[in-house]
């Protein structure tokens, strides 16, 4: 289990539009994807340079295919990457303001402190 890895799916997709509407219409599909050729890069950094040890495990490519964050908060992905990166893609499903994030709020609602650790 990487968190560091989790976190760099949600950081790397919630910062190119075209990947956070590709992740909302084939999320297995761009989880595949992103991790045979993003997952190794080595962020900000000239091409070439990658690392070949890191892997998403079975549980968390699922919650990431399926947009299971409370999944994923407990499994320790930062709350905030996920919450951004959620609201891009869904928000403009509900039409009350800030539906979608009161949502977000009731489904991890049944967390207490203390909150899984996000140390990556």
Not at 31 to 58: F, I, K, M, P, S
Request: charged share 25%; proline share 6%; aromatic share 14%.
């Amino acid at each position: 289990m990487s968190k560091y890895l989790l976190d760099k799916f949600l950081y790397t997709v919630d910062r190119d539009p075209a990947l956070v509407e590709r992740y909302r219409e084939d999320p297995a599909g761009t989880v595949a994807w992103w991790e045979a050729n993003l997952g190794g890069a080595v962020l900000n950094c000239h091409t070439g340079e990658a690392t070949t040890w890191l892997r998403l495990d079975d549980t968390e490519r699922q919650a990431l295919a399926s947009h299971d964050y409370p999944k994923l908060f407990e499994l320790g992905a930062h709350p905030f990457l996920t919450l951004t990166l959620f609201i891009a893609m869904f928000e403009r499903d509900y039409t009350e303001p800030l539906a979608f994030q009161k949502l977000y709020a009731e489904r991890l609602a049944g967390y207490s402190l203390p909150y899984p650790d996000i140390a990556t």
